[in-house]
């Protein structure tokens, strides 16, 4: 069995008109948070099937949230901790920090809320190939140029990430020059397709097994475009 991580999970809370604003149109600014909120509980899936603790650092009114009354009952059950800095790199330098504070000694895979297909094999095996001999890193490449998971052995290498531009097409190369210069041997894993439009949205859903995910989108074809059903869980 693969020793314990800390899962990371970087959320920002579904509030309406303050997450997935890119599906805005053709999707409501309601529609936009009902699709984030589903992507985050089943990220939050995910990360429980991973030996060890989860920790999500979140941002956003949790009380304003689509499905707050979920959402809580499910922070409630993991670690929980707000995010800060300045910037996306900064918040997620912290966010690594703060969960290793809370779970010492552990490394950390970090994931967001943007790719709800992630599995909790998928994530268990990005947290064996970070405990393979010789590998500092694990980073899983997103389609649109950036990525969708971050292992590091020693959560303080985050910070590393402070200089390189993030949500860019050159984000994912961007960070694996900036942890292989500073000497970490990085493996890459699975390449995921991240959720930003409604074309993201059905590709995503239309390949998963189950889910709130899909059964969200299906819930919306005349919003998204749909042509052909999506099966939900």
Excluded: Y
């Excluded at 997103?142 to 971050?150: F, I, M, N």
């Excluded at 439009?197 to 005349?222: H, I, L, N």
């Amino acid at each position: 069995m693969t020793a314990p991580v800390t899962t990371v999970v970087l959320a920002k809370a579904p509030v309406p008109g303050r997450v997935k604003t890119r599906l805005c149109p053709p999707a409501t600014a309601e529609q936009a948070a009902t699709l984030a909120a589903a992507a985050l509980l089943d990220t939050l899936d995910a990360a429980a099937g991973v030996p060890g603790d989860t920790v999500v650092a979140i941002t956003g009114s949790r009380v304003d949230a689509v499905g707050a009354d979920e959402l809580t009952d499910r922070l409630d059950r993991v670690g929980v901790v707000e995010q800060r800095g300045d910037g996306l790199a900064e918040r997620i330098g912290a966010a690594h920090a703060d969960a290793a504070a809370l779970h010492p000694g552990r490394p950390t895979l970090q994931v967001g809320m943007d790719t709800p297909q992630v599995s909790a094999g998928l994530l268990a095996r990005c947290a064996a190939r970070l405990a393979a001999p010789g590998v500092d890193a694990v980073l899983g490449p997103a389609t649109d140029g950036g990525w969708w998971v971050l292992g590091l052995n020693d959560p303080a290498a985050a910070t590393l990430l402070t200089g390189v531009r993030m949500s860019a097409d050159d984000t994912g190369e961007r960070t694996v020059a900036a942890l292989r210069d500073a000497g970490l041997t990085v493996a890459l894993v699975e390449t995921l397709t991240d959720v930003d439009t409604a074309e993201d949205a059905v590709e995503v859903a239309v390949r998963m097994d189950g889910g709130r995910f899909p059964a969200v989108v299906a819930g919306m074809p005349d919003v998204l475009g749909i042509r052909c059903p999506v099966v939900g869980p």
